[in-house]
């Protein structure tokens, strides 16, 4: 599998991971590009909440999830997220929360086995992780900052959808988004630290000490460890090249712009089944 850039007619350029979802599902991660929000969101701004008009935001969705296979923007739900590792199921009830409705929970990752419901989570250098079981026909979204990777919610994730849904860890496939890569995230003791006590001796694979006494960490293999883990076969696994600090003319980087800025996403549905 690899990660392959689209551009809409629009100018939206949007990422999907080939050979990740078939006819049964429909993906995408979203950059910067082909919205209609000025600066500082310019342009695809997804992100509620950030001080850009309301319905911009709703217009940008709309351009979004056409873009991706047609998901239906109304019925997102989005993650509000809180950097902890907890993962909602979310039914037919949860429809909406998001563009529409008030999203009534705390979660970073959330999962679902009904078709038509798309599940977004937001980033800019958090990694987006998406998840799809065609044999079980459930989907899930996570995201993971440094503390939600040193807290395993990638590995949360697949225990949940094999404990809620009977999901096998064996026909999950998951897809590593855009974030900030292991070339410039730039931490102090604290995250290295996080991460060693999270996988022990494994960490170190992840970690690169500096001469100022910092370190560069690689929060995309760190969560491909955790997917491994979960009993992911290696080869299911796919993971984006793009750094968001590297490539800021493409996405947002929260650590050059601060809160001033608009927000990436990535939305995952399954498809209503047809023939029945």
Not at 125 to 139: E, M, Q
Not at 201 to 215: C, V, W
């Amino acid at each position: 599998m690899e990660f392959r850039h689209h551009v809409t007619a629009q100018g939206l350029d949007w990422l999907e991971a080939v050979g990740f979802t078939d006819e049964g599902a429909c993906h995408g991660f979203s950059t910067r590009l082909g919205g209609v929000s000025p600066a500082p969101w310019d342009s695809l701004n997804l992100g509620i909440g950030r001080g850009d008009d309301p319905e911009r935001v709703r217009e940008n969705c709309r351009r979004f999830c056409a873009a991706i296979g047609g998901a239906e923007a109304e019925r997102l739900v989005f993650s509000h997220q809180v950097h902890r590792a907890d993962v909602r199921v979310c039914t037919l009830a949860d429809a909406g929360k998001g563009l529409g409705r008030e999203r009534d929970y705390e979660a970073d990752g959330l999962m679902t086995d009904v078709p038509g419901l798309p599940l977004m989570i937001f980033s800019a250098d958090c990694i987006p992780v998406l998840f799809y079981d065609p044999a079980g026909r459930v989907v899930a979204a996570s995201h993971a900052g440094w503390r939600g990777t040193a807290l395993g919610i990638v590995a949360v994730t697949l225990r949940q959808m094999e404990a809620v849904y009977g999901c096998r860890p064996a026909d999950i496939r998951c897809a590593i988004g855009p974030g900030i890569s292991r070339c410039c995230f730039e931490t102090r003791e604290d995250v290295p630290q996080a991460m060693r006590d999270a996988l022990g001796a494994e960490a170190e694979d992840f970690i690169d000490p500096l001469p100022n006494g910092r370190f560069h960490v690689d929060l995309k293999g760190i969560n491909r460890r955790w997917a491994e883990k979960g009993g992911v076969p290696p080869e299911n696994i796919v993971i984006s090249d793009d750094c968001t600090s590297c490539k800021r003319g493409l996405y947002w980087s929260h650590r050059h712009t601060g809160p001033a800025r608009g927000s990436m996403a990535a939305v995952i549905q399954l498809n209503p089944e047809t023939g029945l």
